[in-house]
């Protein structure tokens, strides 16, 4: 689905009268403001329910818009937005004095991203066309905070129904999970939320590969809490040797599961629901939110997931799961 030229229309004037936009990337549906408007920005957070110290993403239509946002910009971070601009990388850069910390989370950086969806990049035009040639607009996922994150525009109106006031359909994200962060707010590049552009996707482009940090002095990002994507039915990791026992176990006690798996098939009579994702990190990753969503409304007790390879090319989608565990049954 494509939006109209009316609803462009729309849209840009909504956000340029400090209202709030839905609108699709190609990693997740994003919900924006005019990221140079505090009060615009504060109806995001009060419309997902989200801590007011955690910093948003900056969307600009391209590259031009760097400067104007940041300050200190490294070279490495510009072979990175040569090579992966438009597309599903954040970059963390040392924010410029003007830059609202209701942006940042009232951090001295700022994570920008130019999205790979042309939905959102002729919205980020169009809107850079009115508002400025440096205008962003500030987008975290459209959905209540620490939830699952919405993959279709009918997510987004399960979420947040009438908070927000236009949501431009284009479909089903391509990616499915969040962008790789990388900060160069510190010096060297470093890896603070993996995502689809995987470690050595980077290290092709710097030359080595960035290191994958957590720990405290990082700057605070997007998706970084320890419980985030998270269903309300409690989720839990089970070894794929070990899965059928478990559902056995479950299954005695009266416990009604919901299954996502990669290899093991269906048991008759034995899962209350039963969801086969693709063997590779790719397709998982682009299933994964709607396969969540899906067991999240199939009525079970338990949503079971079998563990994935510990192996760098399932990192992205280890941390969402990892995350999810923390915060499922908590809604």
């Not at 997931?305 to 499922?328: C, K, Q, S, T, Y």
């Given at each position: 689905?494509?939006?109209?030229?009316?609803?462009?229309?729309?849209?840009?004037?909504?956000?340029?009268?400090?209202?709030?936009?839905?609108?699709?990337?190609?990693?997740?549906?994003?919900?924006?403001?005019?990221?140079?408007?505090?009060?615009?920005?504060?109806?995001?957070?009060?419309?997902?329910?989200?801590?007011?110290?955690?910093?948003?993403?900056?969307?600009?239509?391209?590259?031009?818009?760097?400067?104007?946002?940041?300050?200190?910009?490294?070279?490495?971070?510009?072979?990175?937005?040569?090579?992966?601009?438009?597309?599903?990388?954040?970059?963390?850069?040392?924010?410029?004095?003007?830059?609202?910390?209701?942006?940042?989370?009232?951090?001295?950086?700022?994570?920008?991203?130019?999205?790979?969806?042309?939905?959102?990049?002729?919205?980020?035009?169009?809107?850079?066309?009115?508002?400025?040639?440096?205008?962003?607009?500030?987008?975290?996922?459209?959905?209540?905070?620490?939830?699952?994150?919405?993959?279709?525009?009918?997510?987004?109106?399960?979420?947040?129904?009438?908070?927000?006031?236009?949501?431009?359909?284009?479909?089903?994200?391509?990616?499915?999970?969040?962008?790789?962060?990388?900060?160069?707010?510190?010096?060297?590049?470093?890896?603070?939320?993996?995502?689809?552009?995987?470690?050595?996707?980077?290290?092709?482009?710097?030359?080595?590969?960035?290191?994958?940090?957590?720990?405290?002095?990082?700057?605070?990002?997007?998706?970084?809490?320890?419980?985030?994507?998270?269903?309300?039915?409690?989720?839990?990791?089970?070894?794929?040797?070990?899965?059928?026992?478990?559902?056995?176990?479950?299954?005695?006690?009266?416990?009604?599961?919901?299954?996502?798996?990669?290899?093991?098939?269906?048991?008759?009579?034995?899962?209350?629901?039963?969801?086969?994702?693709?063997a590779d990190p790719v397709g998982y990753a682009?299933?994964?939110?709607?396969?969540?969503?899906?067991?999240?409304?199939?009525?079970?007790?338990?949503?079971?997931?079998?563990?994935?390879?510990?192996?760098?090319?399932?990192?992205?989608?280890?941390?969402?799961?990892?995350?999810?565990?923390?915060?499922?049954?908590?809604?």
């Amino acid at each position: 689905m494509t939006p109209t030229d009316a609803d462009f229309r729309r849209a840009v004037d909504l956000l340029r009268s400090g209202e709030l936009v839905a609108f699709p990337t190609e990693t997740v549906y994003g919900l924006g403001a005019d990221a140079a408007n505090p009060a615009a920005v504060a109806k995001i957070f009060a419309a997902k329910g989200r801590p007011a110290d955690h910093p948003l993403i900056v969307h600009v239509a391209g590259h031009d818009a760097v400067d104007h946002w940041a300050e200190q910009v490294p070279d490495a971070a510009w072979e990175l937005m040569e090579m992966f601009w438009p597309g599903p990388l954040t970059l963390i850069l040392k924010k410029r004095p003007w830059v609202p910390s209701t942006v940042t989370g009232g951090q001295d950086t700022v994570g920008l991203r130019v999205p790979g969806h042309p939905v959102a990049l002729e919205l980020l035009r169009r809107f850079a066309a009115v508002a400025g040639d440096h205008a962003g607009v500030a987008a975290p996922s459209a959905n209540r905070f620490g939830r699952i994150s919405p993959t279709t525009a009918d997510h987004v109106r399960e979420e947040l129904g009438d908070r927000v006031p236009l949501i431009l359909d284009g479909g089903p994200c391509a990616v499915g999970i969040e962008s790789t962060i990388v900060d160069f707010s510190r010096g060297e590049a470093v890896v603070l939320r993996p995502g689809h552009i995987a470690p050595e996707h980077l290290e092709a482009i710097l030359g080595c590969r960035p290191a994958i940090e957590t720990a405290a002095g990082a700057p605070r990002v997007s998706g970084s809490l320890e419980a985030h994507y998270a269903p309300v039915t409690p989720l839990r990791l089970v070894a794929g040797a070990r899965l059928l026992d478990f559902l056995s176990a479950q299954r005695h006690r009266g416990g009604r599961c919901a299954v996502i798996s990669r290899h093991q098939l269906p048991q008759a009579g034995m899962p209350h629901a039963w969801q086969m994702m693709p063997a590779d990190p790719v397709g998982y990753a682009h299933d994964l939110y709607v396969a969540l969503r899906e067991m999240d409304h199939a009525g079970a007790d338990l949503i079971v997931v079998e563990a994935l390879p510990d192996d760098p090319a399932w990192a992205a989608v280890a941390d969402r799961l990892r995350r999810a565990v923390a915060g499922g049954g908590h809604g």
